[in-house]
């Protein structure tokens, strides 16, 4: 798959998995949305229920600042199975003009932010690979 479907199809993907790593070196991932532009990847914090406000993953990025972000399609017919997954630098965002940009393109892709913008931190991937793979 080249790096144009790629993007098309990640930038199409309703739900992705983070992967980050621990401070231990062990990973830690977690389902997210997430918006993409270019080679700029966000996912933030958002107001679904968590049992803590210190998120693993954020903790991670701060220790650790490499992520990837993976995204698939499964049916039972094996010929339409694919996956991209992106791998790049991470940073936490608390505040500055890309956390507003992220939450506009996360508000513009997802209608249940409009209601409920994110609040928490916002995770940002400077993407540096592109990979994907499909049965077709």
Same mark, same amino acid.
């Given at each position: 798959?080249?790096e144009? +479907?790629?993007?098309a199809?990640?930038?199409s ?7 980050t790593?621990r401070? *231990?070196?062990g990973?830690?991932v977690?389902?997210c949305c ?8 966000w996912?933030?914090?958002?107001a ?5 406000t210190? #998120? ?12 990837? #972000?993976l !995204?698939?399609?499964? +049916? =039972?017919?094996? *010929?339409a ?5 992106? *791998?790049g ?5 608390? *505040?500055? +003009? =890309?956390? =507003?940009?992220?939450?506009a393109a ?5 209608r ?7 609040r928490?931190a !916002?995770i940002a991937?400077?993407? =540096? ?8």
């Open positions: 798959m080249d144009a +479907e790629c993007r199809r990640l930038s993907a309703r739900v992705g998995r983070l992967a790593v401070p *231990d070196g990973p830690h977690v389902a997430f918006a993409v532009q270019g080679d700029r990847l996912t933030a914090v958002d679904k229920p968590k049992t803590t210190r #998120l693993q993953r954020l903790d991670n990025i701060r220790a650790h600042p490499r992520a990837s #972000l !995204v698939d399609h499964y +049916e =039972e017919d094996w *010929d199975l694919w996956w991209v997954r992106v *791998d630098h991470a940073a936490v965002l608390d *505040d500055g +003009e =890309e956390r =507003e940009a992220a939450l996360l508000i513009a892709k997802y249940q932010y409009a209601t409920a913008a994110p928490g !916002v991937i400077a993407v =540096e690979r592109w990979s994907g793979w499909s049965a077709r």
